[in-house]
């Protein structure tokens, strides 16, 4: 599956922002049989996960960080999931990367190398 992130932009501190991850399922296996991770890095910063959604049943987990401001869903439909953010922070501030997961044993990781597609990131700034 090929992925892209896309939404980011520059915004004040307390904004809003919605990213998109949209895939194509170039093996033919449908977008809903992989469960979805967020991440982020911050310059100089190790990647971090963010947020995930779950190939069955639409399940979520957040880091500590973001939760109760962030709010990942996703339409199977179209292909796509999505990042909703708000109360955005200036330490928000980093590239946000989509990445999926293949394995069905598995609901949401928030270690990275269970994710073996990624997309490209879409940059957030949050001005204060």
């Known amino acids: 599956v090929q992925l892209q992130a896309s939404g980011g932009g520059l915004v004040q501190a307390g904004d809003s922002l919605t990213l998109s991850c949209a895939a194509s399922?170039?093996?033919?296996?449908?977008?809903?049989?992989?469960?979805i991770g967020w991440f982020r890095q911050a310059t100089g910063k190790k990647r971090e996960f963010v947020g995930g959604?779950?190939?069955?049943?639409?399940?979520?987990y957040y880091a500590d960080v973001v939760k109760g401001r962030f709010t990942v869903s996703r339409d199977n439909a179209k292909n796509t999931v999505y990042l909703q953010m708000t109360g955005l922070k200036p330490e928000d501030t980093a590239v946000y990367h989509c990445a999926a997961d293949p394995s069905s044993s598995r609901i949401i990781t928030i270690y990275e190398e269970y994710y073996h597609y990624w997309g490209q990131g879409t940059q957030v700034t949050v001005s204060s």
């Open positions: 959604i779950s190939w069955s049943e639409g399940s979520t």
């Open positions: 399922a170039a093996s033919g296996r449908p977008f809903s049989t992989y469960s």
